[in-house]
């Protein structure tokens, strides 16, 4: 678990906004290229890791994470140098106000504050109430329009929070980017494990772009794949704090990666229950905790299993409170359990894995 606390404190330090990938893109790639037998990138940014297996008749396998995180855009500048921005990914609006910022310039990273209205001029009426994000601004200490274009600062700017993760008690992590650090790390570590254990199913190792801004990258990474089946490793809300009751979200956070039945959004999707059940089994023999049930949201799993006829897809899930907020909380022994039961699963994934639903 200490490896994967490294991997993912150092995979945290890396800012790829939705549209923005590129940092993480390279680092990515830096990570597999040693591990894998193939490593490229994609003209719309997906990047592709490959470690052939020993069975070409063994299924072949996807595990995608998203590249980016939730972050925001510059959307202009007024005369007094303040900035406006939007949003890039579904933040929580009220976890914007009074936060560091920075700004991803093209010459260096600019920090700068989510400004606030001072308390002793804030009407009653105003005191308890979340204004919307058109009415925000960042301050980076510029006096005008024209010293805040000399700091590199473009409408087109992407932004992050700025800010460094924390250690809880349990082995908990409280940071930005969590979503989806997590399942970066776990791609990295799962194809580290594997890298030398001789196994009769090819895997794809697979970075997707653009997913908080609608799954993206993930429509198109499985096209020119020969996959037969993908699974998306990212985060999910959880409760099990005092405003969310579980009667609205089921999961909780150091109770095991949650292997999801369904998600639940704009459009309601079910995943492959075939892969659940396989990783259930393969959980269950092995004492390894997890969490079952229907999620909030959507990820790549989405995407893929909508991909050329259909690839079998799942989401794989580490919980995380706080969700699109600077202090996503998860636990590291939750992130630990999940490349735990993918690696004891993939070791023994071959050619007699039915994967039909009849």
Known sequence: MQEIKKLFFGLLEIDSPSGFEEPMMKKLMKELEPLCDEVY?????NVVGVQHGTDPDAPKI???????????????????????????????????????MKLLTDERPILGVAGIKPGHITKKEEANQVPPIEEMYIDIGTRSHEETLEKGVRIGTPIVWNNTPIELE???????????????TAIISLARRLSTANIPSTIYYVGTVEEEIGLRGAEVALHELEVDMAVAIDTCPSGWQPDVKMRDIYYEVGMGPCLQIGELGIRTRIGSQTIRKWLMKVAEENNLPY??????????????????????????????????????????????????????????????FKLRRL
Do not use: C, W
């Open 41 to 45: 990138y994609t003209p719309r940014g």
């Open 291 to 352: 969490q079952t049930g229907l999620m909030h949201g959507g990820t790549d799993a989405s995407a893929m299993q909508q991909t050329r006829s259909g690839i079998p897809s799942l989401a794989f899930s580490i919980p995380r409170r706080y969700s699109h907020s600077p202090v996503e909380t998860l636990s590291l022994r939750d992130l630990n359990n999940l490349v735990e039961i993918l690696y004891k699963a993939l070791e023994r994934l071959d050619k007699n």
């Open 170 to 184: 349990n082995d908990f992590i409280a940071t930005s980017g969590a979503d989806d650090r997590a399942g970066l």
């Open 62 to 100: 996807a595990l995608a994470a998203h590249m980016d995180q939730v972050g925001f855009i510059v959307f202009n500048i007024n005369k007094e140098g303040f900035i406006r921005f939007r949003k890039l990914g579904g933040s929580v609006t009220r976890s914007i106000e009074g936060h560091q």
